[in-house]
């Protein structure tokens, strides 16, 4: 029989996404010898100009300050070295930069 590989999602959520954010947490899975199988966008686009975007629905707090947050959710398949050493690796982002990663096991 053949044996498929582990599965996990992680999900970044931040308030403005750079590609330094992604760099450091595929970077993280690139050498916990996982494949990124897929990336989707959880959140609506946002816009450069810094004004919402169209059909945006974006909360607006006192002031005409716009609440936005960014969403990523990575499919990724294999074996990690270590799953908790992962973790705490991930965590320690969200120490050092303005972004919250969970991960979980996609057992189902």
């Known amino acids: 029989a053949e044996q498929t590989k582990p599965r996990f ?13 992604l760099a450091i947490v595929t970077k993280i ?22 004004a919402q975007a169209p059909g945006s629905s974006a909360a607006t707090s006192g002031g005409g300050y ?20 992962m ?6 982002v969200s120490l050092s930069q303005p972004v919250d990663i969970a991960i979980q096991e996609d057992d189902l």
Do not use: C
């Open 66 to 85: 716009t609440k936005s947050r960014s969403a990523l959710q990575f499919e990724v398949s294999g074996k990690p070295r270590n799953v908790d050493q």
């Open 9 to 21: 999602t992680v999900t970044l959520l931040t308030r403005r996404l750079h590609a330094q954010y």
């Open 29 to 50: 899975l690139f050498e916990n010898n996982l494949n990124i199988d897929s990336i989707s966008r959880l959140s609506g686009r946002m816009s450069l100009r810094g």
């Open 87 to 92: 973790r705490e690796e991930l965590f320690k």
